[in-house]
Every structure is written in structure tokens, then in C-alpha cells.
């Protein structure tokens, strides 16, 4: 105890009290940015800015994260860029100058700029750096933190000699309250503010905003100098009655009637299906008034907006307005993302109640074959009849059943295939089967955007491909959705087989082996017609040659025994020997009929050939120019040679593995060769066929003129002799050419293999399409439907002319040939592109609107029309628009027409309420003759209204230096808000 009473060993708590406090380190943290900034010292810049600069001019903005305690701050600079050019330095602050926020404070070039940032809006500075709460703290309520931040940010400020204005957010973040300080070599600047809910009775005109103004002034002069009032008010405009349908009504008594804006296959849709514009906010101003000039209190005010001399408009859309083509794409969009198969879709009960009416199918297809039909069976009316056949078979299907309309279907069919349509003529038939075959190519010519398919690799805007995507698609929104569109496809299918069966050329594809360029899906359709045109060909073929058969057979006396007719020049079919007609079958590939041998020359058998032995010439086309062969004087002849088989960029893509998978070792490098040289042995048995007696060289000239090489050499007599050889290539050990030359036999095309069997093909093709799911056959139309919906694009801005949508056009345009291209797409960038377009197509709904709401005609010309046109596009592109000429102006009296209308129907609504309430007939009639006494407004009440305050007094005695005061205040019908910047000199305060 004792030692515990001992004062030597007593141990005292020492505190420093020079460590730096939070509150401290806060302070000297702010400083440590402001210098980090450069934002230490005089102001720099013009002294004034020039007018409209808030708007059009660039903001530049920085953050730095600050902390207090354990409270986040972000710390923000705000700073209008300022043009070099213009920064020339005549236009500087002295030295001692006040600072530059207090010169924008009486600036009058950027009064109310739109789409500018509050504090700019309510104070006119052009630099100001601002202090606000992360963005997960609590906003600064108590009157005590907001005391001592602004206290840090006083400090702050003049340790660092900082002359921007610096601000900090306090309550709550919605009502976007600050309070700042800038200071300057002996003057600050306070800004304050007030923000209620209701407008005090008192203040709500200008009367009473001026006694708040100085008041708050405090100057001790009389009389006070003048204050500067500029005063904006803002009227809304929400009711468009004019124009309140932006679609055309639904036609009801046809097939597709019953949908907002729909169209006939072929067509998209286009435009909003509600108002793409929802407000327009007119802006009356009048900026430069001085006290006195004008009255505005609680009895009397002279504020009229239509002889305001300044008016502005700006329009308010409405956010993501229901548009039918975006709608439509992403419907479409959503079904390349399904995973049923057609099978799964329509369910077993079909394929059930097909197979119970097989007797009737026997008795539907017995249609085709009547001989006694009442309309003939022409190639333009085949289809028809198949379907009516097939309205047969569903005869007893239930409605409901079918998911795809009957009349709809048979719509969509005859839109796919009009060939199938019963013509009146044959001259009609002939003339629609060659606009089929030509695919409109007078028209492709005439449009300028008919290759945009090659960029987008979808199909030509007239082929059977992209009408089947416009009809998809369209199926696909207004009539049943996925399980129509494989009721569709499946119909679709079924047509092509027929076509096929029965030799019925597609129509809508161009003619030749598929085009590379064009999507799978149309490759896949060219090749299929390809393998219909070879069929109908050896079909037409083999009845040529029987009918002439039978004429020799009638001419020889038409036995059994007779022989048969020797080999006609116009025939196309060789029978071999030991073969007869009645054994021969499509499906044997033993020999291949070439089509063009129709017109081949035989030439005349000469003395030799029949005393020699020497085989006859088949297989000739046409002389080669002058050539003869080098080992006769025979000429030599082009032959006719097989097509090579078309390709579909899968079957090309297919034998390239196969031949990559052979590898590099001698026998794959021989056995490749082989299958590439298929169609070399084929030309040179046609070759040999067609010039007998030649060699190698006589077809290396004919095939590879380059690979024949000439030279001039002197004979034994000195005379200049051009002498041939082949060339290095030719020579080499080993050569395939050689090879496939010694193999080669002398068969004519029309017996030999066929390179192409269009038998195979076409059921490979229609097998392939057959297992198509609804969400494969949508990813492989996917391009014609972005190739239709630009196209629809650019068909609607022409009319409107609309430069920025021109512009984003050509950019997806670019954007969907990167997207498209590759096999495996990118869903979530078609996604964001699809919405591209909807964005454009909202656009042009936009400006169409407000054409029609500014009684802008298609085709009106004038000074006061283009004016207008002017005008309509600026409201789309900028954030506010000025009125030429105020309300005299042309634009000006229509939306003084437009507010007449909108009021004078408030005001018969309103009447045509009171009338309807339960009163006597006196008061009825009180009633009425006392609203027809009061006359109607041309303008409603204003939704808002800014004034603006200004002047320069001493404060805060009678000897300081004259110093800017401000303030802005916001009247509106639940808010209340005042701005002030006042000024003090502190030079002997």
C-alpha cells in the first residue's frame, strides 16, 4: 500500500496535442487535390462568355475520392473547355481582379441553358468544384456537420489562395440543396439556398421575390441602384388531340384485319403504336427587363407569353414507345433462340390425324391426275390444284386445331409462289414464268440498294428467300407466333417436294448453280432448282427421243422387230448398247445426258474413217477458230463437256476437310489429286470424243492455252518454223494431266458418269430442310429480315430526311455485315443492333409526328415550309429550339393554335362534367350562360416559372466596393427554390 502511495511511481497519461485531427487531415486533404488540379491562385479566362456557350460548348469533369473518418466524399471539378483560338489573352482578369465567378454572376449571355448542370442553371459559373456524400453514405442532414464542412471548405479555400467557387451537397440527395463559398483578394461570395414543398402566397410573383431580394441585400443606399430581372416562363402542352391515332385503323373485313398497323405479306410494318410524343414545354422569356418596366403581383400582371419577345420549344418523348418494326425483330430475334423441333411444336396428334386420312389422300391427290378437270394442269397452276388437295385433307380438322389459318396460309402460299395462280391465258402464263426466270432483274437494276445484300449475305430483295423471311417474320408476330411458323415451313417444305416430283421450276431464284455470296438457306433453294432444271431437262430429253423413235418406227412400219432409229443430232440420250428404253431408270447413274449436246454439229464422215476403222466423231460443239489438230489437218472442235457439280458453301466447306484429312504423305497427295481432276478426265474423254486421233498437246491447247508454249526455230532449210511444246509444269514426272490423259476414254458427255446427280442433291437438300427447327430456319433468314428492316429504314427517312438517322443507317449498315457474316453470331451484339434500329425507327415516328402536328404536308413548298422543316428537325436534335419571330412567327402561330385548341377542349370537358351533375334546369341554365361569358385562355397556367435577380450594391456598409448579387428563383406547383450568390468585401471586416 505504501508503495502504491508513492508519487515517484505514479504513471501519467501524456497527450499530444499537435497530432492532426480527422477533421484536419480533411481539410488538408481538400487542399492537397486543389493543387493537384492546378487550381491554386488567380482565376484564368475570358472575361465574359460568349452567348449559347453553356450549350454548345464541351464540359469537362474530374473526381477525386476524400475521406472523413470513415465518411466518403467524392470531390468533383466542373470546368467549360474553352476554345484555343478563342483564348487569345486580350480578354484576361487583371491582377487583383475580382475572382472570374463573380463576373459570370452578372452575365447575360447564358441565361436558363438547357441540359446544363443545376448549380450552372441557377448561379451562371462556368468553373465550380463540388464536395457530395459517396454514393453508399448518408446525405448530411444536421445542421452541425453541414457547419463544419463548409467551415473546411472556407479554409480550404483560403489556405490555397483557390479563387473557385466550391460547393457542398447537404440533405438529401433528391432536393439538390448546396451551399458554397468563392473567394477573392478581399471579397466572398456565399451561395445559399432555400427549397420548400409549396410556394408561400407571398412570393409567388415578382412583387414579392424583389422585397426578398433586398432584404436580403441589406444595402443602407437610397435609392437603390436598379435590379435586372430576366423572367422565363414554361407552358406544357400534353394534349394532341388532332393527331391522337398515330397508326392507321385495323381494316377488320380482310385476312390480316384486326392488327394496329397491319400490312400485306411483303410489307413491314412501320411506326408507334402510341404517341411518340408526349409533351411539348414552350418557354416564354423575357430577358433584359429593369425594375419598374414591368408588373407582376397578386392583383395584376403584365406577363402575357404572346408578346413575350423571346420563345424557345423544347419536346419531351415518350420513353420506349411501342414501335411495330422493333417489335417485330425482336419477336423475330427471340425465336432464333427456341429449341423446339417442329415435331415438338405441332405435337403427335397431327401426324395422328394424318394417318387416319390416308384413304382420303389417295382421293385429294387423285385431283392431280383427273384428265377430265375442268381447268387444265399448267406449270402456273399446279400449285394450286396442290392446294386444294390439300384443303382436302384438313376438310375434317377443327379450326382450332390448325395453327396457322387456312386463308392466311393459302395467302402466304400464293405470295411465295404466284406462279401457282390459274391464269386466264397462256400468253399470261408465258409471261409471268419469265419474269420468274429473270427474278426481276430490270428492277434490281433500277434500285440502288439491290446489292446490299452482297454485304449483308442474305438474299435479293425479289427472291423466294426473303419473301419467306417477310412472311416468317410476319407470321411469327400477327398469326400464332412459333407454332405457325412450323405449320408454315412444314407447308413450305411440301411445296418444294412437289415441285420437285413434278419438275415445276421455283419461283423467285435465279437461274445457274448457287450464288456464294447469298445465305445458306437461298444456296440451298438455288441448288434445289438446279437439280429441278436438269430433271425437266433429261425428262424433255428422253420424250423428244421416244417421239422420234416412234415416227421412225411409223415410218419403217411400226413392228416389233423393227430397229431402232439410227441417232438423231437433236437428241440428248445415247442408249448403250445391250440397254433398252424400258429398262432405263432415273436413279441409275451409269450414263449422265448432257443438255447442251442439243446443239452439237456431227461433221461428215470422210473416206478414211470409214476405210480405217477410225472411230466417229461425237460430242461436237463448234470449231475452234482456225485450229487443227497436230497430227492432221482436222479441225479441232470445241466438245460439249459436263457442267461441274454446284456447290452450297457447307458441301464446299465438307470437301475441303475431306481433302485436308488426307495429309501430306504421297498417297493422300494422289488420291486428293485424283478427286479434284473428276471434271478434268470428264473434259478429256469429251475431248477425245469429240477430235479423234488427238494427243495431249491439242487439249492443253484448247483447255490451257498458257501451258502450250510457241517458239520460233529454223528448219533444216533456214526457214522460221513455230514449233509448240508444253510447258514446264506439263513436263514435270509424275503430272496429273498425263496421268488423266493415259486413263482417259473416248466417251462423248451424253454417256458418261454424271458429275452432278440432281437425284442425290435434291433429296439431301430436301431432307436438310425438312429437319430445319423453327429457330434454325429464323437464324438462317436472320439477314434477309435485317436486310429488309434497312431497307424499310432508309424507305421511311427518305421521306422524313432526317440527317442523323441517315447517318446511323449507314453506320448499322457496316455494323450488320461484321455481325452477319460469322456462323456462330454473337446473340447479345445482335441484341444491342436490333435495338439500334428500333432506336432509328423511334426517331423517324418522331419527326413524323411532329410533321404532323406542324401541318408539314409532303411535297409543300414555300419559305414558310421549309422554315418549318427546319424547325421540326432542330426539336429532334437539340435540346431546345428558338422560335423564330416568338408567337408571330410561322411556328410560333401554330403552337398558339395548338394551346387554343388544348385549352378550349379542358374547357368543354369541364362543361360537359358540369352538365352532367344532378342540377335543376335553372341552374343548368345559370350555368351555361355564365361559361359562355368567361372567356377561355389561350394559354393554361404556367407549369413553371424562373426569375432571375441581379445587381451590383456595396456590402456590407455604404463604403465597400460595388460587388454582384444574384438570385435565381423556381417557382413551380409542388416546389419552391432560391438561389442566392451574395457578394461582401472583406477587405476591413
Known sequence: MAADSDPESEVFEITDFTTASEWERFVSRVEEVLNDWKLIGNSTGRLSVEKGEYTSGTWKEKSQDINFADFKFFLTHYSLKEESDKDDGKDKLEEDAFPLAMKDLLCMNNDFPPRAHC????????????????????????????????????????????????????????????????????????FEMVHLRKVPSQYNHLSGLLDIFKSKIGCSLSPLPPVNIAIRFTYILQDWQQHSWPQQPPDFDTILGGEVGGVEFGKLPFGACEEPISELHLAATWPHLTEGIVVDNEVYSDLDPLQAPHWTVRVRTAENPQCLLGDLLTEFFKLCCRKESTEEILGRRLAEDEGKENSDISSALSKLTEPAATVPISKLSVSNMMHSARKHIRRHRRIDESPLNTDILNSVLLYLFPDAAVEKSSENSKSKTAQANSCGKADQDKSSDYNLFLHLKSAPSDSLTYRLALCVCLVNYNHGGLRAVAHLWQEFVLELRYRWENNYLIYGLAGGAPDLRCCLLHQKLQMLNCCIERKKARDDARKALDGSREREQRVS??????????????????????????????????????????GEVEAPHTEGEKDGGK???????????????????????????????????????????????????????????????????????????????????????????????????????????????????????????????????????????????????????????????????????????????????????SVEDIPSVKKSIQQATAQASKLLHPHNHDYKKLEDFINQLTAMETVVTRARSLKAKFAISEGEKGEDAGELEKFVSSLLEEPEVVVIGAGQGPAGSIIHRLFINAQRLADFTSDEAALLSPLDEDSRHDRKSTGGSNKVPDFPSPAGREILLRTCVPRPAPYSKALPQRLFCVLMREEFRLAGAFSSDTSFF
Not at 432415273?586 to 445426258?593: I, K, T
Not at 482417259?744 to 442433291?761: G, M, N, S, W
Request: proline share 6%; net charge negative.
Open 615 to 797: 472411230s466417229k466423231a461425237e460430242g461436237r460443239l463448234h470449231p475452234n477458230n482456225n485450229m487443227t489438230l497436230l497430227n492432221s489437218a482436222e479441225p479441232l472442235y470445241v466438245p460439249v463437256t459436263q457442267d461441274p457439280a454446284p456447290m452450297t458453301e457447307d458441301l464446299l466447306e465438307e470437301q475441303s476437310e475431306v481433302l485436308a484429312k488426307l495429309g501430306t504423305s504421297a498417297e493422300g497427295t494422289h488420291l486428293r489429286a485424283r478427286m479434284q481432276s473428276a471434271c478434268l478426265l470428264s473434259d478429256m474423254e469429251s475431248f477425245k470424243a469429240a477430235n479423234p486421233g488427238c494427243v495431249l498437246e491439242d487439249f492443253v491447247r484448247w483447255y490451257s492455252p498458257r501451258d502450250y508454249v510457241e517458239d520460233e526455230v529454223v528448219d533444216e532449210k533456214g526457214n522460221k518454223v513455230v514449233k509448240g511444246k508444253l510447258s514446264a509444269r506439263m513436263m514435270i514426272p509424275g503430272n496429273m494431266w498425263v496421268e488423266a490423259w493415259e486413263t482417259a476414254r473416248v466417251i462423248p458427255a451424253r454417256r458418261q458418269k454424271r458429275l452432278f446427280d440432281d437425284t442425290k442433291e435434291a433429296e439431301k437438300v430436301l431432307h436438310y430442310l425438312a429437319v430445319q427447327k423453327p429457330a434454325d430456319l429464323a437464324r438462317h433468314l436472320l439477314p434477309c429480315i435485317v436486310h429488309a428492316a434497312i431497307l424499310k429504314l432508309k424507305e421511311e427517312e
Open 119 to 190: 448549380l450552372v442553371r441557377w448561379y451562371g459559373i462556368r468553373e465550380f468544384v463540388v464536395i457530395s456524400p459517396g454514393a453508399n453514405c448518408e446525405a448530411v442532414i444536421s445542421e452541425s456537420k453541414c457547419n463544419l464542412l463548409l467551415s473546411s471548405i472556407s479554409i480550404s479555400l483560403a489556405s490555397s489562395g483557390c479563387q473557385v467557387p466550391m460547393f457542398v451537397q447537404i440533405q438529401q440527395k433528391w432536393r439538390r440543396i448546396y451551399a458554397g463559398e468563392c473567394q477573392g483578394p478581399g471579397v466572398r461570395t456565399d
Open 557 to 598: 412400219g411400226g413392228g416389233q422387230n423393227s430397229c431402232p432409229a439410227p441417232e438423231s443430232t437433236t437428241s440428248t440420250r445415247e442408249v448403250s448398247p445391250g440397254k433398252s428404253w424400258d429398262s432405263w431408270s432415273d436413279s441409275e447413274d451409269e450414263f449422265f445426258e448432257c443438255l447442251s449436246d442439243q
